[in-house]
């Protein structure tokens, strides 16, 4: 069933009344401040819980009273089992002879009391600290599952999470992480696809640290999730960070959603609000298909299909100009060509690449004028589609245009959080707990930071 190494048993346990020095190899291998190997085992496969058992203890010590400081009397050891980090491919637990001791003052309230080291693990703790940190790092920077980790670990996930829950949420709670924020954005995502009524709003508000670090670069940190989308959600949560954080936030980037506009004119009167580049092209790109969508219905009377000839360049219309293949630009003329009437899909794919091409000119001054020339032209399109977009532009003129003094601020950052959240979701096969949810969040997104020994 086992075997044990010979070299901790022939130093630690020699002849009667003979005490040898612990092997300062297994030691060093293992790796616990304070404690020495003392035996080690493989329980093979087929067992309950197969890897290795490594059994330890700390040396012989006098121990005065925690209550009085008298000297205590030892009372022998109990043996508590951890859960360590895996090591040669195998899972590791520790058995931690304790040694206990009774206080002989006879006026102390102290009695008995047992041996505890916090570098090694808390009180009543299932895993040692540092499988707590390893598995909090492996869900960090490896993408981890927490049912992954309790397989590597040889234990159950809810042996896991229970134990490192408690050190996610006072990272959370932490408001100095909070600290350096000059750069705000915001946007929202869905956590569930079930009935609001078991868990709650399908959306939540994700707020994310877009500030330069010394190098110019954006460090796009998740700051924190909140339940709901609208400016009221945004507005409490930015409430509740007191006037420092706000006054501290110099630009504000968002998509064209009022609620949040709102909130930010409402809470962060000094900062400049920021309407991102992404979701200004994604306006394009939606009002080009809207516009094939029509005159696909018009012509045809009937959605897309397989031969019509909008439909064969559906993909091509959502793509930029410079990116296009001979082979693509033929086929968006042939199915332009094909009706006088696609001549309007064209007038606004074309009006859609004016628009993108405001992020990509020359100098701020360059897409500057061109997007002043859109607020100016857009509006007034015999396109209503077009014109509609020029509408919502003119409306949110100051932020469309505050992109050319603030360096480029974008919501770049938080699409990319975006990204990251979505992949954790589908690694966790969906959340059910949005608490839960909200930790796994901040911790891959880089909201916590964990000061892993």
Known sequence: MSEATGCCRAERHGPPGLLRPYCCRCDVLVGLPGLHVIDVQRVD??????????????????????????????????????????????????????????????????????????????????????????AIGQLRREHASVLGLARQLGTTWRTVWRSIEPLLTTMAADESRFEGVTTLGVDEHVW??????????????????????GKGRVRARLLDLVPGRSGAVYGDWLTARGSGFCARVEVATLDAFGGYK????????????????????????????????????????????KNDPLYGIRTILRCAAERLTDKQHHRLAQAIAADERHDEVHIAWQAAQQLRSVYHADTPAAGRKVAEQIIATFPSCPIPEIARLGRTLKRWKTAFLAYFTTDGASNGGAEAVNGLIELHRRIARGFRNRDNYRLRMLLIGGGLNPDTP
Not at 80 to 87: I, Q
Not at 195 to 213: A, N, Y
């Open 45 to 134: 496969e087929g067992e309950r819980r197969p890897g290795l058992v490594v059994t330890v203890e700390s040396a012989p010590a006098v121990m005065g009273c925690p209550g009085c400081g008298v000297i205590a009397a030892s009372r022998g050891r109990r043996t508590v089992e951890l859960v360590d980090v895996p090591a040669f491919g195998r899972p590791v637990r520790i058995r931690w002879r304790k040694r206990t001791w009774r206080c002989t003052e006879g006026r102390c309230t102290t009695g008995s009391f047992t041996e505890q080291d916090e570098q090694i693990a808390k009180p009543r703790a299932l895993l040692t600290r540092r499988g707590c940190w390893w």
């Open 192 to 213: 569930h696809h079930v009935s609001p009524v078991k868990r709650g709003p399908k959306e939540l508000t994700g707020m994310v640290d877009l500030s330069r670090d």
């Open 262 to 305: 709102n909130a930010i004119d409402d809470h962060l009167a000094d900062a400049v609000a920021v309407l991102d580049a992404f979701h200004v092209v994604k306006l394009g790109t939606e009002a080009v298909d809207e516009v094939r969508r029509r005159v696909q219905q018009a012509i045809h009377g009937h959605r897309g299909r």
